[in-house]
């Protein structure tokens, strides 16, 4: 008997309609991939740190990126639970990106502090956009959303924790691009 391969699942979830178990899954591949350039994202900043802070943020960082592995093993196995096959391709995850890469390389700590400072900025609205699409649809993905949520805003925190100034503002206030967030920490 020949075996029927589809990208979907014939089921989801019990409670949920087929349509929408697959429409929550489609959103949260798009977290899937932004969860597996962030991982990438700060391990290439763990590599890529200089400066006489050099050990306590290159320190730091790993435990934010086992986190974040975490979240993203989290994540593709609810999509497979939701009946959609997840993709952890790099490959996908460029072609369908809608942001670059990081645009950091060998850099001081400030710098780095201050652009991931940024790229924290960035995931953490779309993944509170995506949190809000799914909450109407499916409180048990909107569950898991929100403590991701928690866990990387906590994470942005030790990030903007090194970036005060004596006024208690971010030295890299205002900065919209991480290339201009490294400059104004210098
Ligand atoms: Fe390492």
Same mark, same amino acid.
């Given at each position: ?13 019990? $409670?949920?309609? =087929? ?8 959103? =949260? ?16 900043a763990?590599?890529n740190v200089?400066?006489?802070? /050099?050990?306590?943020v290159?320190?730091? =960082? ?42 950091i390389?060998?850099a001081h700590t400030?710098a780095h502090l201050?652009a991931l ?5 960035? /995931? ?10 799914? $909450? ?17 805003? =906590? /994470?942005?925190? /030790?990030?903007?924790?090194?970036? *005060?100034?004596?006024?208690? *503002? ?7 691009? *991480?290339?201009?967030?490294a400059?104004?920490?210098?």
């Open positions: 008997m020949a075996t029927k391969r589809t990208a979907h699942a014939g089921y989801t979830v019990p $409670g949920l309609t =087929l349509q929408d178990g697959h429409k929550v899954a489609a959103l =949260l591949q798009s977290r899937l991939h932004a969860l597996n350039d962030l991982q990438l994202t700060l391990k290439h763990h590599w200089v400066g006489r802070d /050099f050990i306590s290159h320190e730091m =960082l790993d435990p934010q990126i086992e986190k974040v592995r975490a979240m993203v093993d989290e994540t593709a196995e609810r999509v497979a639970t939701l009946g959609v096959s997840p993709n952890g391709l790099p490959g996908a995850l460029v072609a369908t990106r809608t942001w670059d890469d990081y645009s390389g060998r400030s201050a400072d940024v790229v924290y900025s960035g /995931f953490l609205k779309s993944h509170r956009k995506t949190l809000a699409e799914v $909450g109407p649809l499916d409180p048990i993905t909107e569950d898991m959303l929100i403590g991701q949520c928690a866990q990387l805003e =906590l /994470f942005q925190w /030790f990030m903007r924790a090194h970036l *005060e100034d004596d006024d208690g *503002e971010l030295v890299n206030a205002g900065a919209k691009t *991480e290339r201009a967030a400059n104004k920490a210098k």
